[in-house]
């Protein structure tokens, strides 16, 4: 192979290898314990980062806990307050390729 050809096929590569990145696709299972609290909980999936959308339907304050297992990645936990009526982000991003994510959702009232 000429170098001029070797050349080419890798700058394919290395041009191909982001859209192959950015096109992975991945499940979503979102496990809520909301306690009977009216908190909605929406997904919204990009290519390396998910979001979760929770909107507090209540009339108080509550705290959700979030449990995010993407496995090969590390477990990554993060808490938000949502005010009554209110909608809050949580957003999770790719380290490593991952092809599932379950998300443990845990909502309580709060004192805060």
């Known amino acids: 192979m000429s170098s001029t050809a070797w050349f080419r096929v890798v700058a394919s590569a290395i041009v191909l290898f ?3 990145a950015a096109a992975q696709t991945y499940t979503v299972e979102v496990r809520p314990d909301l ?18 959308k ?22 990554y936990r993060t808490s938000t307050y949502v005010a009554p009526g209110k909608t809050e982000q949580s957003a999770f991003q790719a380290k490593r390729r991952w092809s599932t994510v379950a998300v443990d959702v845990k909502c309580r009232p709060s004192d805060k």
């Open 35 to 52: 306690e009977g609290l009216d908190v909605k909980i929406e997904t919204a999936e990009m290519p390396a980062m998910l979001v979760l």
């Open 54 to 75: 929770l909107t507090n339907n209540t009339a108080g304050k509550v705290r959700c806990d979030l449990r995010y297992d993407a496995s090969p990645q590390t477990l």
């Open 18 to 20: 982001p859209l192959a």
